[in-house]
């Protein structure tokens, strides 16, 4: 074939050639695979801090994470950031608003106790929650939530992960 040495020759040198766009996985992540990157990101400390987390690690992982601030020792929590897939499948975005400001996600209490609990226990606590839809179907979703730390003691920041709908079959953690 004649043409392919032409064509090198023809384009400059930082051309490359149109390769097939790589397709996204359909099935996200498990919070099994999630878990493995919040310990894989302790480097031998109790818990990693926000810094340690990189969204390029995890591109597959972003429509389902959310990032959480402890407000008052764990009276309170504030959404930082909540991933397209959760505002999909909850109908709202929640960033920026306070978790004692939330009345429609329906598991509120449940969402309070896991973070809580969290905060207490400085380790990742899983769950099985139930929440509706807007027509009023009662679903699940599984959630995994591990602390962060700036200073290696004091847990001021949750990274949590959230499974809803079809994916929780799949999650991957018997909860």
Do not use: C
């Amino acid at each position: 074939m004649v043409l392919l040495p032409l064509l090198a020759y023809l384009l400059p040198m930082n051309t490359m050639l149109a390769r097939p766009a790589r397709r996204r996985s359909l099935k996200p992540p498990s919070l099994e695979e999630f878990l493995s990157y919040w310990d894989s990101k302790k480097s031998g400390r109790t818990f990693p801090s926000r810094l340690d987390l990189d969204p390029v690690d995890i591109p597959n992982m972003l429509p389902f994470v959310f990032l959480v601030d402890v407000l008052g020792q764990g009276h309170d929590f504030r959404y930082r950031l909540v991933g397209t897939d959760i505002v999909r499948n909850t109908k709202k975005d929640f960033t920026g608003y306070l978790l004692s400001e939330i009345r429609e996600i329906g598991s509120q209490g449940k969402l309070i106790e896991m973070y809580q609990r969290t905060v207490a226990d400085k380790a990742p606590v899983t769950e099985r929650l139930p929440f509706k839809t807007r027509g009023g179907v009662k679903k699940f979703y599984d959630v995994a939530v591990t602390p962060l730390s700036r200073n290696g003691e004091v847990v001021d920041m949750l990274f949590g992960y959230a499974l809803h709908g079809e994916n929780v079959a799949r999650s991957g953690v018997d909860i």
